[in-house]
């Protein structure tokens, strides 16, 4: 099956569409051939036209062009034409409609802001978007349940401070994500923590100069635990020396992988003042952790859950992915019941994302998956444990077109993974591939300051990470009118 589009300056809702029914088929450029099975959809100034062709066998509908000035675009409306045939052609009924965006609470957030009804936000979902009412009430739930949490992030100059490890033991199958393997490139990492205590100190006084006040850390990956306890030391050491961790509402660091997280790790995290870390299991199946290129078991990463709870760790997450090479409904089932009857205090269930730069896309691996949607609805069972959805958001390339989200036990809600996720607040990002997003106080301007990618390039032009980090100041200056 391939994908043409044309008349359009940009077809990436259409495309986004077209890959919910046809994941992964391929754009072309020139007219598909007689015959050849194929999504055509095209633009042009006497209307709208979509077809399918699959097995011998086509389908063709039109519509007139959206009037201007009206509320569809002519994108939104070739896409939605489009997303018609299609639910016709297959018979299958996406859980989230036409929606091609990542962050539908935040959707509910601004529509509720500028004075829109709930009933008009009802409509929104449900018939202009052809969301389940399931996936819909999900996401109304998220929204209420975040908005004390929001105004608290969206105070006047608050901010969140992300530290990037891009390191790991050895690279998922699913990953996509800048990391250095360790066997490779351990000669980086010593330079590295280097560079990245130099820039926190950085961060801190362009922080200072522009008034801010934080209020949450979160250092991620990579894996952040792939750090020798000395170097995790001195990267915890430098975080205490620069910012004061007593007026944090939260501090996050991932140790998510148990073969490189031990004991003593586990205890540097707790005595340089962490309050909340993430056991990442992905999987308890040693197949499936096998297959997707984890050195360790589902023994393992209970023992490392258990070293955490010695070691005075009282607020732990654990994710799992559904959809990974191998699993079943079954399988992911038992992982659901093994994390829950660890307690945690927070568990996030992802969906499998098929990125083009991993290994499962790359080998040829994305056909081999059981049915998603019937694994995510055993998240019941996090219901009935006494957790609740507190973030959502969704990717492109999803499988099925369906979403990653956040369940916590009452009160024990990351922060952080709400203000990132619904653009509330600024976020210094420090460390290679880091991408800080400075937002002015009322929410309506934003801007960008990027990090070099790769960890090598970040160490050698280090001072041009140091020289972009003032355009921190720079964004407060404009923001205050000085």
């Known amino acids: 099956m391939k994908l043409y589009i044309t008349g359009l300056p940009s077809g990436y809702d259409v495309e986004h569409l077209i890959r919910i029914f046809y994941p992964m088929a391929p754009v072309t450029q020139t007219p598909p051939a007689d015959g050849e099975d194929c999504v055509w959809a095209a633009c042009t100034p006497d209307g709208l036209s979509a077809m399918v062709r699959e097995g011998g066998r ?14 569809d675009s002519p994108e939104f409306a070739l896409a939605s034409l489009t997303y018609d045939l299609l639910r016709g052609w297959t018979g299958l009924r996406p859980p989230w409609g036409k929606m091609t965006g990542v962050r539908p609470v935040r959707l509910i957030h601004d529509k509720l802001a500028a004075g829109w009804t709930e009933g008009q936000v009802d409509e929104l979902f449900l018939k202009r978007f052809d969301c389940s009412q399931e996936k819909y009430w999900m996401a109304k739930r998220i929204a209420a349940l975040q908005r004390p949490i929001l105004r608290r992030g969206s105070e006047p100059k608050a901010y969140s401070l992300y530290i990037g490890i891009p390191f790991c033991p050895s690279r998922c199958s699913y990953c996509s994500f800048i990391s250095c393997n360790l066997d490779r490139d351990h000669k ?14 950085a961060i801190r006084a362009e922080a200072e100069g522009a008034g801010l006040r934080l209020q949450t850390i979160y250092i991620g990956g990579g894996t952040p635990t792939s750090l020798s306890a000395a170097q995790l030391r001195q990267l915890m050491g430098a975080v205490r020396e620069n910012f004061a961790l007593g007026a944090l509402d939260e501090y996050t660091v991932e140790a998510g992988r148990p073969d490189c997280t031990d004991a003593e790790k586990l205890a540097v995290i707790r005595e340089y003042g962490a309050t909340r870390i993430s056991i990442n299991p992905q999987t308890f199946s040693d197949e499936v952790l096998a297959r997707i290129g984890r050195r360790h078991t589902a023994q393992d990463i209970l023992d490392c859950y258990a070293a955490a709870r010695a070691a005075g760790h009282t607020d732990i997450n654990m994710d799992l992915i559904a959809g990974l090479p191998g699993d079943t ?14 307690d945690p205090e927070n568990i996030t269930v992802h969906t ?10 790359m080998d040829g691996e994305q056909d081999s998956y059981a049915d998603v949607a019937a694994m995510l609805e055993k998240c019941s069972l996090l219901e009935q444990a006494g957790y609740r959805p507190y973030y959502l958001y969704r990717q492109k390339n999803t499988l099925q077109n369906l979403e990653n989200v956040g369940w916590s036990k009452p009160g024990k809600e990351g922060y952080y993974n709400i203000y990132i996720m619904e653009e509330v607040q600024t976020i210094l990002s420090a460390g290679a591939g880091g991408s800080t997003k400075l937002v002015d106080a009322a929410g309506r301007r934003m801007q960008r300051i990027f990090n070099f990618k790769y960890p090598n390039e970040y160490i050698l032009r280090f001072d041009e990470v140091l020289a972009r980090k003032k355009g921190v100041a720079a964004f407060y200056d404009h923001d205050l009118g000085t």
């Open 58 to 71: 086509s389908r063709t509908v039109t519509a007139p062009l959206p009037a201007p000035g009206g509320p």
């Open 188 to 201: 980086l990492v010593q330079p590295y923590v280097d560079c990245l205590c130099r820039e926190l100190a």
């Open 352 to 361: 499998l994302t098929l990125k083009r730069a991993s290994r499962i896309v």
């Open 329 to 342: 409904v079954e399988g992911f089932e038992h992982s659901l019941r093994t994390a829950i009857a660890l």
